[in-house]
């Protein structure tokens, strides 16, 4: 995680480390390229032979995904490590001391809340018809522990996300937002990660009446993926209300609609990722 780096080095490095543990294959030059840096800039980045320039630095934040928050720690991470190789000491020592991200944006409940798949399924699983607030109910429900219940539980109403209206029952907040400069990028890999082995269970596990996994494949310019994207926001946005905010019928149970949109092919101008 960037906010966990203390320089660019130690965060290039871990990154690295974290990718080859989910492919052995991956190499060094895959990950320059996905980072949109050349092989020798990133291996100098690596040995510490080199500071990370600006323009590489927002590149790389564009590559990863990374919300403004994590984008200005990195390129805090850059100013003091260009600081310490010119030799700047004061410079370097005013950087150190200058707090360079909004720590409160990033508490570990807002990590909690948007890394662990079960605090969503909880909100919307108070909209279900027979509710209680009660974690062993909610264990139950979703297939978690009562302590992971509890823990969950009490975030939700310290965050404000749930809380009791005037008749005593627990309802969630229609207007709470998370702020995406306020949510870090592994929060968000985490919780797509854990979504999509639950999907891989439900394949196996689920009677056909409880799923519908399928998936199409089509040719496409890199160019209408944006627009794309907005289409798929659009169609879910639409399909929430239709079914779950304007519905007539009381809700029963929780589902989760995971759609996956990546590339395939290899070949047209990007060399093999295990190379």
Not at 7 to 28: A, G, H, P
Not at 181 to 198: C, E, F, L, T, W
Not at 216 to 239: K, M, N, S, T
Not at 248 to 270: C, D, N, P, Y
Request: overall charge neutral.
């Amino acid at each position: 995680m960037i906010l966990q780096a203390k320089t660019v080095k130690e965060f290039l490095k871990s990154e690295l480390d974290r990718r080859i543990k989910v492919n052995q294959r991956y190499s060094q030059r895959a990950f320059a390229r996905s980072l949109g840096l050349s092989p020798g800039e990133l291996s100098e980045l690596l040995r510490d032979k080199r500071s990370l320039s600006l323009k590489s630095a927002l590149r790389i934040s564009k590559a990863m995904g990374f919300n403004s928050t994590e984008t200005k720690y990195l390129v805090h991470l850059a100013q003091v490590d260009k600081s310490r190789k010119s030799g700047e000491g004061e410079m370097l020592e005013n950087l150190q001391e200058e707090e360079p991200v909004d720590q409160g944006t990033l508490s570990e409940d807002v990590f909690h809340i948007v890394s662990d798949w079960y605090y969503f399924a909880i909100l919307n699983l108070v909209d279900c018809d027979g509710f209680i607030w009660d974690a062993q109910y909610i264990s139950s429900r979703l297939g978690i522990t009562k302590v992971e219940a509890q823990i969950a539980m009490e975030r939700l109403l310290r965050m404000k996300i749930v809380s009791k209206n005037e008749a005593g029952q627990f309802v969630g907040a229609k207007d709470f937002v998370l702020s995406p400069s306020g949510i870090p990028s592994d929060a968000v890999r985490n919780y797509h990660r854990q979504m999509m082995k639950k999907a891989l269970y439900a394949l196996e596990m689920n009677p056909v009446q409880d799923r519908d996994i399928s998936g199409v494949g089509f040719a496409c310019h890199p160019e209408d993926l944006e627009a794309i994207r907005l289409e798929i926001v659009e169609f879910q946005d639409q399909l929430v209300t239709k079914y779950s905010k304007s519905r007539t019928k009381k809700a029963q149970e929780v589902f989760h609609l995971e759609m996956a949109l990546f590339k395939i092919t290899r070949g047209q101008g990007s060399e093999n990722e295990k190379n």
